[in-house]
């Protein structure tokens, strides 16, 4: 009895561990429609989705200064891109001279395009800026990033601007899959005869007629 107990036992071992290691990879590994999903939402999804998609892109800050423009508070977005720019300073004094200039256009009392800051945050930056670091910014143009966020983006939502970047967003897109579509045509015509590769360069110079 004993012996057979042992047996059943190294049995049921040998029978456990790999469902337990196909249990294990199956948990651990990502899973497929979580990024197929992915894919669809950035092939589909609008522009203006998030205020950090329009702000990465060149032509989606210029849409969005135009209507923070048309609102009367473009310096939000102008104080925030200037402190991403401060944060690619890599000297010393080149830091300080970039946050001095900030300082004047964007914090100090009175200037022409002060940010809406509470008295707090414009002390510490105030202090800090004598002595420039990397981080003397952070906590401001994080404020700023929200209150555009949460006031103005909605609003950019509905406007025009949004729709004529929403526009030629849906375009390009299109474009690159026209493109795509045109280099695996490509890629089969240099498989061919001669024939093929001449209608390949009919269609590429049509294409750019286009």
């Known amino acids: 009895m004993k012996?057979?107990?042992s047996l059943d036992l190294q049995d049921?071992?040998?029978i456990h561990n790999p469902w337990k290691s196909k249990i294990q990879n199956f948990v651990?590994?990502?899973l497929p429609w979580r990024k197929f999903n992915r894919q669809e939402t950035n092939e589909t999804s609008p522009p203006g989705?998030?205020?950090e998609t329009v702000l990465s892109q060149k032509?989606?800050?210029k849409v969005f200064r135009d209507f923070l423009k048309s609102e009367f508070c473009e310096e939000n977005l102008d104080f925030w891109l200037a402190c991403q720019e401060f944060k690619t300073s890599k000297r010393p004094e080149e830091q300080t001279r970039r946050a001095a200039r900030i300082y004047q256009e964007f914090i100090r009392d009175e200037s022409t395009k002060q940010?809406?800051?509470d008295f707090y945050t414009r002390e510490i930056i105030r202090q800090s800026v004598r002595q420039a670091s990397l981080s003397c910014f952070v906590v401001a143009q994080r404020k700023i990033y929200s209150l555009m966020e949460n006031n103005s983006f909605p609003r950019f939502n509905e406007s025009e601007q949004y729709k004529v970047l929403f526009d030629a967003a849906?375009?390009?897109r299109g474009h690159g899959k026209h493109r795509k579509a045109l280099a695996?045509?490509?890629s089969r015509d240099l498989m061919q005869p001669d024939s093929k590769a001449i209608n390949m360069q009919c269609e590429l110079y049509l294409l750019q007629k286009d």
Do not use: F, H
Request: net charge positive; aromatic share 0%; proline share 4%.
């Open 3 to 5: 012996r057979a107990t």
């Open 115 to 117: 940010v809406n800051l």
């Open 12 to 14: 049921t071992k040998r």
């Open 28 to 30: 651990q590994s990502p």
């Open 170 to 172: 849906s375009k390009q």
């Open 59 to 61: 032509c989606g800050q």
């Open 49 to 51: 989705e998030s205020l």
């Open 184 to 186: 695996i045509r490509r």
